[in-house]
């Protein structure tokens, strides 16, 4: 499995609830922070769903 690194671009502030949670899910809670994922099909459903505020780069 590949690996990817996962940074939140934007605010969480007035997102969905939902979104939120799978911010939190993904080690995610500031805007500029980093976490290193394997992809996974897990992964890639949280990442469609949230990508509007996420940067995702192949390691």
């Not at 979104?19 to 992964?43: E, F, N, R, V």
């Amino acid at each position: 499995m590949e690996e990817v690194i996962v940074t939140q671009d934007r605010s969480s502030i007035g997102i969905i609830p939902m979104h939120k949670k799978t911010l939190i899910a993904l080690g995610l809670k500031k805007k500029g922070q980093s976490k290193k994922h394997k992809m996974t099909p897990q992964l890639k459903g949280m990442l469609r769903q949230v990508g509007y505020l996420l940067k995702v780069e192949k390691v």
